[in-house]
């Protein structure tokens, strides 16, 4: 692929980009390199950001500030990019761990082929590492009930919304019930289908240009009562609630994760993943039976899940796993 700028810069960006070396570094900021952070590779999306991504503020509005692919190292070098990430894919079926704070405010500027490329590969290591927090908690849970560690429980049944029993006096509960409590957070601590996820973020996002996504990294299409933690609809007369916004793209995918995982619209689809049981078996195309409550569409909303996944071979990715750090 030729660059329109052959500059000593641009090419040694191209370079370092396709051996590895660096992050997707299109973004219109100060600093294209990635920073690190718990031992994981972070794109800064925001001039003047803290090297804590928690501290990434969006306005009073929830609006991110904008960010194209344009400016800084072209379009060429976003395409080379993505294409070389699923060709690591392909051949190693591993992702780097290079996350994306937000997405670029460009997007919908690209050839279709070309944004689904991208979209995808931003998408990717978001969705593994939400499933990585997912698994890691639940080793957590079942550490916990290993060294009888109470403090650690009623954490946990209070993040996964445990109503059942009293959180806050599970000293109290004698063996048998501490059992029923394992396994009502086991039934909700657990990963899900990347494939499935995944088709869920394009068709709640339409690839990553939707105004929910763009302005507030809501990916999911989530909702909020709160008017001030999200984004109206538009085209609505007087809703009554917002799409709620993140400060950045991870917390959207954490949020989605942990509201499959405990709401109750989604005990059938917890209830098939706990029958299913190693997650090296699970199928977005079967797991999504069970999305009917996500949309007012019913049925439909599963039919449109499942032919995001066909059209797109998405199931192929659902074994993919991060790539080892020297």
């Given at each position: 692929m030729r660059l329109k700028n052959k500059t000593p810069l641009t090419f040694l960006a191209f370079l370092l980009s396709i051996l590895g070396l660096i992050g997707p570094g299109f973004w219109d900021i100060k600093s294209p390199y990635p920073i690190k952070f718990e031992k994981d590779y972070l794109t800064r999306a925001s001039v003047g950001m803290s090297f804590n991504p928690n501290n990434l503020d969006l306005d009073d509005k929830y609006n991110n500030s904008t960010i194209t692919s344009r400016k800084f190292f072209g379009k060429e070098i976003a395409i080379a990019w993505s294409q070389n990430f699923l060709d690591q894919i392909k051949t190693k079926q591993t992702v780097s761990r290079v996350y994306f704070t937000q997405l670029p405010s460009d997007l919908n500027t690209y050839e279709i082929e070309d944004k689904k490329t991208i979209f995808i590969s931003i998408m990717l290591p978001l969705l593994l590492k939400g499933n990585e927090k997912a698994f890691n908690e639940r080793l957590g849970v079942i550490d916990a009930f290993k060294k009888i560690n109470f403090t650690k429980l009623e954490k946990y049944c209070q993040k996964y919304k445990i109503k059942t029993m009293d959180c806050n006096n599970l000293s109290s509960l004698n063996v048998p019930k501490l059992e029923i409590l394992k396994k009502l957070l086991l039934n909700r601590v657990n990963v899900f289908p990347i494939s499935m996820m995944l088709a869920q973020a394009i068709?709640?996002?339409?690839?990553?240009?939707?105004?929910?996504?763009?302005?507030?990294?809501?990916?999911?299409?989530?909702?909020?009562?709160?008017?001030?933690?999200?984004?109206?609809?538009?085209?609505?007369?007087?809703?009554?609630?917002?799409?709620?916004?993140?400060?950045n793209l991870q917390d959207s995918v954490d949020a989605y994760i942990l509201n499959l995982n405990t709401h109750p619209a989604y005990s059938k689809l917890r209830s098939y993943r706990q029958l299913v049981g190693k997650s090296q078996h699970f199928k977005g195309l079967k797991f999504s039976k069970y999305l009917d409550k996500y949309a007012i569409i019913g049925f439909e909303y599963v039919k449109k899940i499942n032919l995001m996944i066909k059209r797109n071979n998405l199931e192929k990715f659902n074994s993919l796993t991060f790539q080892i750090e020297n």
């Open positions: 068709v709640e996002s339409g690839w990553g240009i939707s105004r929910f996504a763009q302005k507030g990294n809501a990916l999911f299409g989530q909702w909020t009562w709160d008017k001030k933690k999200g984004i109206t609809p538009a085209g609505i007369n007087r809703p009554s609630f917002a799409v709620k916004s993140f400060k």
